[in-house]
């Protein structure tokens, strides 16, 4: 098993660029996330999903859009970038709905938008 | 509102030396507690976690972590540090969502 998977690794977008995060898992989840990671805040949660075609807005949902079309896919768009979304984004993907179930991540992407 | 925090930015510690690294966690409840590691360039590796039950819990990597209900407290502890355990260390809280604290980056001298 690859686990989750993230594509590409690093992208170096210009403001006002469009691009799509790709994130893919072979463990058969449910729920799959997408969090982004910056100096001295952890984790923030961007928008998750309970199921093939569901998403849900996280804690900083703004600037992004999201789409679960495959159970195994989890895509992340940013339509318009803004140096503000410069930051690492990480994928994470869990089974069941149970505040248990843990969370596995991908290896992330490196996004810098100049 | 509900918060993890990781008082420590930063921790320097010499190969063999014990570690404790901690987690305060703000909640009413007993919320579900983890603990990730995240080596330089990678995502995040789930170390141990806590539910209920013995409050002393084993994780991989020779990791344990202590749950303290009267402090609000999970912290992290291995008692002989390696060079490979250099880097960041993520507590979190599992609410409705998954709340993570701030990091603390360990670094091992050898």
């Known amino acids: 098993n690859a686990g989750v998977t993230q594509t590409p690794k690093f992208r170096v977008l210009k403001t006002g660029q469009s691009m799509t995060l790709l994130c893919a898992q072979d463990m058969n989840h449910e729920y799959m996330y997408w969090y982004r990671q910056d100096p001295g805040m952890g984790l923030r949660l961007i928008h998750y999903s309970v199921g093939e075609g569901t998403t849900a807005k996280g804690e900083v949902p703004d600037g992004y859009n999201v789409s679960r079309l495959k159970k195994q896919n989890f895509l992340l768009g940013l339509e318009s970038a803004a140096p503000s979304q410069t930051s690492v984004y990480f994928c994470?993907?869990?089974?069941?709905?149970?505040?248990?179930?843990?969370?596995?991540f991908g290896p992330g992407t490196r996004l810098l938008v100049l | 509102a509900q918060s993890v925090t990781q008082p420590d930015i930063h921790i320097t510690v010499s190969e063999g030396a014990s570690l404790e690294l901690r987690c305060n966690y703000s909640y009413g409840a007993t919320p579900y507690l983890f603990w990730y590691v995240q080596s330089p360039g990678q995502g995040l590796q789930l170390l141990l976690k806590y539910f209920s039950g013995d409050t002393l819990v084993q994780g991989i990597k020779g990791f344990e972590a202590e749950f303290k209900r009267s402090q609000s407290s999970f912290n992290l502890r291995k008692p002989s540090v390696h060079w490979s355990d250099a880097a960041e260390y993520f507590c979190a809280v599992m609410l409705d969502k998954l709340i993570f604290g701030t990091g603390t980056r360990l670094q091992v001298f050898p």
């Open positions: 994470a993907s869990s089974s069941g709905t149970g505040s248990r179930e843990t969370q596995y």
